[in-house]
């Protein structure tokens, strides 16, 4: 019986093939829609994970506040350069400390301006961040100390103002001064937030101090721990010393925030999943559009074959035979949509992914859970036809006109 009704539902669905495939743009559109929204999602939550952890995984990101995100938390102290100093120099197992503060300002060079992110900071910053210079050198102890007017570039500050052409010894204006350029970083590409990490002017601390800010405040402390050091050991020292250098009380609570690379991944990475979660239930909207879309289609089948139902009922068969039948060509036409979805968000995704440069992250279990999700919409929107079909009168349906 099931066979016969495969046949039958078959040759239905091919008999008038552009109606079919109109019926099912809906199921195509929403399949296509959950699968590259939940693939995009999580390309870009594995880059960021991946980029992160490129800092390495024993890593400190100190912020004043108790939040996460870029700016000063309201009421709480910044840092000093002297806190670096004393987490460098007291607490065991660090391999490097870099106080840090960034803007973004236009730079000016050879004619030309750029709007680009000047970074103040020490030579620790090279080891933290991962940098290295492809010529070069970095800043001499003197130049730190004094806050020289002297920058190391990106590569893309380099061809955006000199057009790829040697930049060592050439000036470049910050603002209302000029600093000789002393470094060209290795090129590092784009960073999990789809920012370029080349497009960078790294200046001494206390040149960004002095020339930009006009104050000491430091927003950011970077630690680099040793790679055989433990990390919680050394969080909560840090913790210790700084509550201690912050003159805060047992009864007070931290004014400022410790995250290793651990919890910055999770954090984000958590945050990015609830929003690919949000992405695909909107997206998966469509799939009910498209349900109903199946109904109105399988209501009208059901009228333009009443007589042959009517037939059918009159020779012998049984309601639940008819409604198989239906419910079966609903089925088909869902489960249609749901194949040609998954080929054409296997498509799009692969073309968005390289056009956003994001991991492709294949998931199967989408794929699977979102056709099976067509399946049920065909049969959940395909019942109540298909029971009208079963119920009709056979002394009724083949007099119908």
């Known amino acids: 019986m099931i066979g016969n009704a495969l046949l039958l539902a078959l040759r239905q669905i091919f008999r008038n093939p552009m109606r079919s495939m109109l019926t099912v743009l809906g199921i195509v559109i929403g399949v296509a829609a959950v699968i590259t929204m939940v693939t995009i999602g999580n390309g870009a939550t594995q880059q960021v994970r991946e980029e992160i952890s490129a800092l390495g995984s024993n890593s400190l990101m100190i912020r004043p506040g108790q939040r996460l995100g870029p700016g000063q938390a309201v009421g709480a102290p910044s840092f000093k350069e002297e806190d670096a100093d004393a987490i460098r120099t007291q607490i065991a197992g660090i391999h490097a ?77 910050i603002k209302g001064f ?10 590092k590409g784009q960073s999990g937030f789809g920012l370029d990490k080349d497009d960078i002017v790294l200046i ?50 931290d004014n400022f925030s410790v995250l290793d690379t651990s919890e910055l991944i999770d954090t984000i990475s958590k945050t990015q999943e609830v929003m690919t979660t949000l992405l695909g239930a909107v997206a998966a909207v469509s799939l009910l559009v498209g349900g109903i879309g199946i109904m109105n289609i399988m209501l009208v089948s059901v009228t333009e074959r009443t007589r ?63 056709f099976g999700f067509a399946a049920f919409i065909g049969v959940v929107f395909g019942y109540f036809p298909a029971r009208r079909a079963a119920k009709m009168d056979p002394i009724e349906a083949v007099s119908h006109e």
């Open 308 to 370: 042959e139902i009517g037939v059918r009922l009159a020779i012998g068969a049984m309601g639940s035979e008819v409604l198989l039948q239906f419910l079966i060509e609903s089925i088909m036409l869902a489960c249609l949509g749901g194949l040609v979805g998954i080929v054409l968000a296997l498509g799009m995704s692969i073309g968005l992914t390289h056009f956003m440069n994001v991991p492709f992250a294949f998931d199967p279990m989408i794929n699977l859970l979102s």
């Open 204 to 253: 001494p601390l206390n040149t960004y101090n002095r020339r930009l800010a006009g104050n000491g405040r430091v927003p950011l402390l970077t630690v680099s721990i040793e790679p055989d050091s433990d990390i919680e050991r050394v969080k909560q020292g840090v913790k210790l010393l700084l509550r201690e250098r912050r003159a805060l009380s047992a009864a007070d609570a």
């Open 97 to 173: 400390v870099a106080p840090s503060r960034t803007s973004t300002t236009v730079v000016v060079a050879n004619g030309k301006n750029w709007s680009t992110s000047v970074i103040g900071s020490t030579n620790a910053y090279f080891d933290v961040a991962g940098l290295a210079l492809q010529e070069g050198r970095q800043f001499e102890p003197n130049e730190v100390r004094g806050g020289s007017a002297v920058c190391v570039i990106g590569t893309t500050v380099q061809k955006e103002l000199f057009d790829d052409r040697p930049v060592i010894g050439e000036l470049l204006r």
């Open 178 to 187: 000029s600093c000789q350029i002393i470094g060209l970083l290795e090129p």
